[in-house]
Structures are given as C-alpha cells and as structure tokens.
C-alpha cells in the first residue's frame, strides 16, 4: 500500500493538470466538454477511489500468487519479454472483468460510477470504484499463472496499465488511422461510454483494442450517430459516494418486493438491468428510451455555491496529498480514522451540491466533527507530531468551512423567502 501510495504522490498532480489544460484547450477551442459540478463530482470520486486503494479495502476470494503456485507449467527469468507478456495477460484479464461489470447485475454495481457523468472529457476517467469489495479479478489472470509471471510483476504493471487507459477520455481527439486497429483510442471509448443502443457495451478493451476484435464486442464510430454519455438509468446526483451503491440498493429493493422467492436469489446474476416481471410492473424504472432527448442533470448554483464546492475539493485533495506524502508513519487506526474524515467531507459536500435539504445541517456536523477531532489531545499529539501542516491545515480547512456554510444557509433563507 506504501508503494501504491507514493505512486499516487506523481499521478494525481499530473492528472491534475491534463484536466486542466483540457479545460483550457476547450475553453480557447470554443468546444467546453466540462460543466462545473459534473467537474468536481468527477474529481471527488477519484479522491475517493484513492482513499479505498490506499486502504486496501478489499476482501479477496482468489489471490494471483496462490493461482501461480497451483497452476504454474513455467519458471520464467526476469527479462524484457517477461513485462512484454505479462502486460498482454494484465490487459487480456481486464477485458474480460469489465465484461463481466456490464453484463452481470450485480457486477455493474462496481463500474457504474465509472459511466454515470452526462459528459466525457479527462475529469470523467478519475470516476473509479469504491464498491469493488470483492478481489476476484485474478481468475482472469489464469494465462499468467501458466505462464509463470511472477507477482512483482503483475504489481508494478497493473497501476501503469490502469492509468494508461487516462488519455482517451477525451473529445478533442479523432480517429487514428492505422493505430485504431491496434490500440484503444479516443474514437473508440467514446462509443464504449456512449448509450446509444448501436453503442451499448462496446469496446470494453483497455489498451489492445485486438480482444474487442477477436470477441465481438467491436463498434467504430459512426459520423451520423454522435455519441450521448451517462447511463440508460440516470444518476441524477453529484454524490460519488451514493453513485457507488445507488444500483446495489435497487437490487436489494427489488429482491425484496419480488414475490417470487427464485428472483429474490437470480437477480444479482441475470445480465445487467434485468428486473423481476412483478416489480418491473408495479415499480417501472425511468429507462432512457430517446437518447437524444436526453435533459442532463443540473442543480440551481450560485457563485458562494460553486466557490465552496471548488474549495472542498481544493481542500481535500491537498489533505489526502499530505495524508499520501505521511502515509507510512500513520498507525492503522489513524489511518482508517482519517481516511473517513475525508469520505465524509466528500459525501457532505457533494449532497450539498446536490441541493438535499439535511445537507446543511450535515455539514454543520461534519465541521464541529472534524474540529472536535483535531484539538482531542491524543489526535493533536499525534498529528502535531507527525505533520504539524496537516494539523493546522486541517483545522483551518474546518473552520473556514462551517463559516461558509452560514453564509450558504442565509443565502438558502433569502432565496425561499423571495420564492414566497
């Protein structure tokens, strides 16, 4: 985890400034593909998919070394060709997980959240999951294991690889002659995350663009068929958080008025969007039917309102970045303790975006919360230790915070005492 969280400390200031200096491209283009909250509900959810790894939230079903041990035919040297073949694996296993995440119900819950912004641009690539609980994922890297690659490969290869699949979340890309016959590329994921019905479920390849090819799951992008992001069931908030467990929660709910006791159990693994026939016609779901129609999902803002937004994520990502940079010298208590603080401030905030009428006085709680525990004296002792920057920024970053909100919530006051 140490590792994995130094390799954040270069990621995210690089992705960062990709995102920003596509907003300026844009800007400069006359062609914005970003919206303000979209943009910060985006770039929350890759805080908190940051949070969840560097944790290691994830309970493990099948682990790669014991697949090796058991499966293994050859021992092969380290060497240039042992990374050449052993991304080929790591990229053929994750074709076939995302397969699995848009096919199977259940499954889809953990890949939602990558698919659930209305718009697409570099931001929209930082939306990973938090609700991916489950380590299954090395089943897929049966090859590997025959082949004998060892696992310290496999370690440094799979965050490159992840976030080599960063630059083609974009629009001001085009085709790419001879190379879209080789890798994936801007054209092509914008049809994967389009939900046009020609483009449903395409292109689910992460860097060869060759398994989409040989399992036909390949879809060019066609000129007269511009592509119309999100999802077919809208989220319709700015809260990664609820995003992550929003289609998790519909399934508990439908499992629970079936009255059939088999849908109660099949649903979680019939293909994903399959409803039990008595709920579907009691309870219909709003499935989009005319994608062109699409009205995407706004909120009413205001200027105090967008300057807070951008201040939290500013503020929190500058904590999660010296959390990151002291990760190492944290207990695990404190560690887990802090990591919620900054989940919490996430799930505040963004409800707060998404206009929710508790949401103030959440965030009331949120900032005395986090103030109470910075000055308890165990917690001020540590983090004084530790990283006396951390400390103060993190107690200024409540206070300015819970001063913010009262101006929010007279602004709320006169603007229901003008709509009277």
Known sequence: ????????????????????AEIIYGHFKGMQTYTFMDTISSLSSGLTNI???SLGLVLILVSYPYLKSELSLLTIESSIWVYIIAFICVDFSSYWNHRLNHKINFFWNQHIIHHSSEEFNLACALRQSISNLLGYTAIFLIPAAFLGIPQEVINVLAPLHLFGQFWYHTQHIGKLGFLEYIFVTPSQHRVHHAINPIYIDKNLAAIFCVWDRLFGTFQEELEDEPPVFGVLKPVKTWN?????????????????RTKRWKDKFVLWLKPTGWRPEDVKKKYPSNIIEDVFALKKYSTRTSKLLKFWALFQLVSTNIMLFIFLFNFSEFYTIQKWLFSFIILFCVFSY?????GYDWALKFQYFINTSGILFFLYPSHKEFYLNLSPLLYYFSIIYFLISFIIVLFLSREKNNFLENAV
């Not at 467990?245 to 519909?250: I, M, R, S, Y």
């Not at 963004?350 to 998404?354: E, I, N």
Request: glycine share 2%; net charge negative; aromatic share 16%.
């Open 240 to 256: 990664p958080i609820i995003i992550n467990f929003k289609h998790l929660w519909g399934l508990f709910v439908d499992a629970w």
């Open 1 to 20: 985890m140490e590792a994995y969280a130094n390799a954040l400390l270069f990621a995210i200031p690089i992705f960062m400034l990709l995102v920003l």
């Open 51 to 53: 949070i969840k790894d």
């Open 350 to 354: 963004t409800a707060l975006m998404d």
